[in-house]
């Protein structure tokens, strides 16, 4: 590696969690190299210290040390350089809490939807996907067995045929929301990045902004989504002319009401559907009592999620991971100040939020090895 770079990051264009990695690192002005994750060195080297998993991020340090997770490869950075990213306040940093969560696990239907339902998309994924293709992997990693991965996750995710109109709607009002935020602010919580941004670039990025059908739709509702995106992978501000040029969040704690009006809206399914899959893994972990500490956490369990949005009904893969991330939240809100407290639960419960509060894990879940794994 050379002396200037400080990181490798083993990702692709394609994917949307090296999107959260790749913008974090160029707004903290961390120099890095992206490399596909199928080079001599990864198979020999950094997949072993990845934990053996082959996910995209995974970011090699000038000194040898991996780092496997988008979340755990920001938490690394946040704390090295001073979290310049966390807001200070308790209300901003809540709700930064709360988009990374919803980024990283929240929007997936959309975001797999638009991107494997329209074969237009197909001739730039497909040319990525050779590129991250490794020379002798397991079968789900070559192109044809990543695309029917990815074909079925259409499914799984709850994006059935009968319920293709109802997911476009609710994307296609989320995008207007965001688009009426963005033209006002710069960032989420005004004139610079927090957390949730980058947790709201992943599927906001390689998917919905980078291929051609949802790429098209933002052209016709989300300009101001759009160029946000692009601001997000830029290392100056990159305001627009209508912007307040203050490249800090915004004064007094606010959240402004176009930010709780996205709120409300992600609610509808966010809500429900972490309620659900809360159930679900809590089940799972009932009928396990022989689960040993320091298991690994598969990316999804084998029962599905049900629950109704906007009076239907849907059905999704139950993943544990989102409760890695609500955990943070849910800890934050926990160990403030019993003012703060009742007022951040205020907040929540202004966008139909508050029960995420309660939607806990009866078993934590902790890191080694890189690995998500059972406490
Ligand atoms: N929690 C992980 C998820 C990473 C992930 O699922 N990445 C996808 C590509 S966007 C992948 O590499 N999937 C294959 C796998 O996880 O084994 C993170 O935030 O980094």
Known sequence: MK??????????????????VRSYFIKAGIPFREEPPVTDHYEDVVLEKAGGRRSMPTV??????????????????????????????????????????IGAEGLLRPAVHYRWRFPENLPLV????????????????????????????????????????????LYLRLLKKLDAHFERHP???????????????????????RDIKPL???????????????????????????????E??????????TLLEILRHIALDFVPETQAACDVVNEWIDSRPELVSGTKVERSLGGDAIFDVEGKRMSSVVMPYRFYLLKRLQDEVATSPAAMKQELIQLLASVNMEELLDMTL??????????????
């Open 3 to 20: 002396e200037s770079v400080k990181a490798t990051l083993y990702g692709s264009p394609v994917s949307l969690y090296s999107g959260k």
């Open 60 to 101: 090699e340090l000038s000194d040898g040390q991996v780092i496997r997770d988008s979340a755990a490869i920001i938490t690394h950075f946040e704390a090295e350089l001073g979290s310049p990213f966390i807001p200070d306040t308790p209300k901003q940093k809540v709700i930064s809490l709360l988009f990374d969560v």
């Open 126 to 169: 497909l040319s990525h996907f050779e590129e991250i293709t490794p020379k002798n992997g397991p079968p789900q990693f070559t192109v044809a067995g990543r695309i029917e991965q990815m074909q079925q996750a259409c499914t799984k995710l709850g994006v059935t045929q009968d319920r293709i109109e109802f997911v476009e709607s």
């Open 187 to 209: 960032y989420l919580l005004g004139g610079k990045p927090s957390i949730g941004d980058f947790g709201l670039i992943g599927p906001m990025y390689a998917h919905l902004s």
């Open 216 to 246: 098209t739709l933002m052209h016709e509702h989300g300009v101001h989504v759009l160029c946000w995106a692009e601001r997000m992978n830029r290392p100056d501000p990159g305001f627009s002319p209508a912007h307040e040029p203050e």
């Open 248 to 257: 800090d969040f915004l004064c007094n704690d606010e959240i402004p009401e």
């Open 362 to 375: 009866t078993r934590g879940i902790g890191r080694a090895h890189n690995l998500e794994v059972w406490e």
